[in-house]
């Protein structure tokens, strides 16, 4: 087999790769447009990464490069390079350190900052490249793009991150709760050089593990210890529950975003469940370069549909049909403005582009700050109205709270919040578990339009507690709209890089801010819903309390009740667009 070598890379004809195995992608036919290599590119601390190049034969000018990097190595890639060569660009796919040809370790989300990095300057030294880099792509593809802005290469020119993850915020922990679905979508990615669907998508296995661990009440960090499968990227993510250097080092942080000069488009969806990384990173980006040129487009769409451009329903809600939009081929657009001086796409208006939900219309806004003019703040009351407590306007006089316990040592009511959106509508709530609170009829239709924000003042008797809130309309009809919601832990809610244990039966002030962005028109007559709970259920990890490491905590922990007092000058901010 011929091999060139370089100090950079090695250079692998396809004729000599496709007798490796099943999954090595086969010769293209002579006939063929395409010419196509697979390359071994060394970084510099000696890792490996492998990456296929697409380039149209007849075409011998450097072009612009379109570059995915992923860690879903698949047999079928190299169709979505082609398509960017039909396109009339240089379509690279990099994989993620120790997929596809590499033979190193992997470990997701901790190379792929610095390696990004390396990938971009050799395809920058090529002759088949004009020296410029744009990349796109969801989930995972989307962490990788702002990974590769962590520190900024020249030849990178744009990035188009879908549902992008932040890990470490999004995902494997949300506002330092650490949620179960990526324990085993890492045996998905991390088992072998392509995708270990077996394992990935052994769900029955995963549940009964997960019941295991709540049933028996052992903790957390004991989960592969169940399974029976040692989980060592499980084991390195618990070991960081605040969100310090080891998450912060992935992506861009702080400071890091003001370097970022280059145009952003960022797509997400209003139910895609790691929305918070996303719009952290726009947040973030203009916090510390107030002239970015970042644009955003958000809807009802999922983590999936967001990619696609949206499904006619999303968790049983039927959508409007403006909200039906093409994710790929306004990436291509978006490319051809940045790259070819073609016409910016249409939908971007302005920085911020968002379907109304209920209203069958885009809007836009020249900031984030900007979807909204107003707030309707309501305070948490212990007035009854429709069998709920009040959501009020006014700031009641004097001093009282709701007083709530909560039995972690009991496995058989759980506390799940009603916060993930599916589906979006219901019949009713259950109100079994928890507080909830109800608002007074609108006189008018509104929008609610950004994210909702508050502070919660309550006491405990223990050190800390891991809190839900998640907000509905209640329409005339009867009928329970999701809008957003958040779950966090009590003692980051001041600071997710350091643990404040809160003090016991002292009364704290516990603010939130990180909700789930949303637009949505809402009818005269519907009424906000409030739920309030802590979090207890098996889907993710159990914080007791006693102000150890959740991940260390047992049953036992949980013998002590909970006792809170939700205290009546809490309150929440709903951000709303008064016409």
Known sequence: MKIILSSIVLLITFCNISNQGKQSIKSADENDKYEVQNVLIKTRDGGTISAIVVKDKGVTASQPVILQYTIYARA???????????????????????????PDEIWPYENDANDSYDVIDWISKQKWSDGTVGMFGGSYNGFTQWAATKKLHPALKTIVPYVANRPGMGLPMENNIFINPNYEWVFYVGNNRYLDTIAGNDRQRSREMQNKWWETGVAYKMMDSIDQRPNKWFQRWISHPSFDGYWQ???????????????????????????????YYLREHYKHNPDAEHYLIIGPYGHFGAQRGGFPKVNGYEVDQEALINTNEITYQWFDYIFKEGVKPKILKDKINY????????????AIEKVNNDYLKLYLVDERSEGLYSLKPEKPVGEKYLGQEVDFSDRDNWHNLNYYP????????????????????????????????????????????????????????????????????????????????LNPHVKET?????????????????????????????FSQLNYGTGKDPSEETIADGKE???IKWYNDSYVRIPIWKE
């Open 76 to 102: 079928n890639d190299i169709e979505s390079l082609k398509e960017s060569v039909d396109k009339g660009y240089i379509g690279v796919m990099a994989y993620s350190r120790g997929k596809h040809y590499s």
């Open 561 to 563: 009740l909970l006792e």
């Open 249 to 279: 080092k992935m992506a861009p942080y702080e400071k890091d975003f003001a370097q970022i000069d280059i145009p952003v488009l960022t797509i997400d969806g209003y139910y895609n469940d790691s929305q918070n990384s996303s719009l």
């Open 510 to 538: 516990i603010p939130f801010a990180n909700t789930h962005f949303v637009s949505k028109r809402l009818e005269k007559g519907s009424r906000l819903v409030l739920a309030l709970d802590v979090n207890k259920n098996p």
């Open 355 to 366: 379907q109304v939900m209920g209203a069958n219309e885009w809007r836009s806004a020249p």
């Open 422 to 501: 599916d589906p979006i509508i219901l019949e009713e709530l259950n109100t079994r578990r928890g507080i909830f609170f109800v608002s007074d009829p609108m006189q008018k239709s509104i929008l609610v339009n950004g994210s909702f924000e508050g502070e919660i003042m309550a006491s405990i008797n223990k050190k800390d507690m891991d809190v839900g809130i998640t907000l509905f309309e209640l329409t005339p009809s009867g009928e329970y709209f999701h809008l957003s919601y958040i779950i966090f832990r009590a003692s980051y809610a001041q600071d997710i890089s350091k643990r404040n244990l």
